[in-house]
């Protein structure tokens, strides 16, 4: 156990629609990124947020979007959602910015758009 | 773009050690190289890293050549439970937002009973 939570675990929904996946992090950690996983792009960093502030971009469409709260939980929200964001989705932590930490991973929640 | 270059597959009998050999001939001095492995779809699992010494953990161990160009992680009594594909990851050191992790192919390790 990885101590980072995310929710739901499955997410079935139709396209058009928007979904929101919710990560909570490792007790203390104040960096949050979310990660995208499917079968023909394999692993991709989506997006990290450090303390709130959206720290790196990676390759994240326009129709997603995310933020970190003061909690420090976190909320990717996808939209106009399409059958290839069918995907799971990850959510990691760290811990303070130091130079080399590591990211601890939740289980992932996975998204079918039908 | 991955930074790395591993094998697509290994098996190892369990109960051996485990080499897994990884190249990342365009290391630059500041980048560390990380070890992941996710088993089936769950999320990975951080395993090691190191920057030029070699390291060990209760995991693994990792060992670093001198110019920094390969490494092998070695998983030293492998289990079924082991059976994973494992990413080798180059990454910057860095605190001013660049942490992402890029992940490659990996290797597929299969442990044979």
């Known amino acids: 156990d990885s101590g980072v939570t995310q929710t739901p675990k499955h997410l079935i929904t139709a396209t058009g629609q928007r979904v929101t996946l919710r990560c909570s992090p490792r007790?203390?950690?104040?960096?949050v990124y979310w990660y995208q996983q499917s079968l023909d792009q394999g692993l991709q960093f989506l997006i990290q947020?450090?303390?709130?502030?959206?720290?790196a971009k990676g390759n994240i469409l326009e129709r997603f979007s995310a933020q970190q709260f003061p909690d420090l939980h976190s909320e990717l929200n996808l939209s106009s959602l399409e059958l290839g964001d069918s995907a799971l989705y990850f959510c990691?932590?760290?811990?303070?910015?130091?130079?080399?930490?590591?990211?601890?991973f939740g289980p992932g929640t996975r998204l079918t758009v039908l | 773009d991955a930074k790395t270059t591993q094998p697509t597959s290994m098996d190892c009998a369990e109960g051996r050690a485990a080499n897994l050999p990884c190249n990342h001939s365009?290391?630059?001095?500041?980048?560390?190289v990380y070890w992941y492995r996710q088993i089936h779809s769950q999320g990975p699992q951080y395993i090691i890293h190191?920057?030029?010494n070699n390291e060990t953990n209760e995991m693994a161990s990792l060992i670093i050549t001198e110019d920094r160009k390969s490494s092998t992680l070695i998983l030293p009594h492998a289990t079924l439970r082991d059976t994973a594909v494992y990413y080798c990851?180059?990454?910057?050191?860095?605190?001013?937002?660049?942490?992402?992790?890029?992940f490659g192919t990996g290797t597929r390790l299969t442990i044979i009973p």
């Open positions: 990691a932590s760290s811990g303070d910015r130091g130079f080399d930490n590591e990211q601890f």
């Open positions: 007790s203390g950690d104040l960096s």
């Open positions: 947020y450090y303390n709130g502030e959206e720290r």
């Open positions: 365009t290391i630059s001095g500041n980048e560390y």
């Open positions: 190191g920057l030029k």
């Open positions: 990851i180059v990454r910057e050191g860095s605190n001013f937002g660049n942490e992402k992790l890029t």
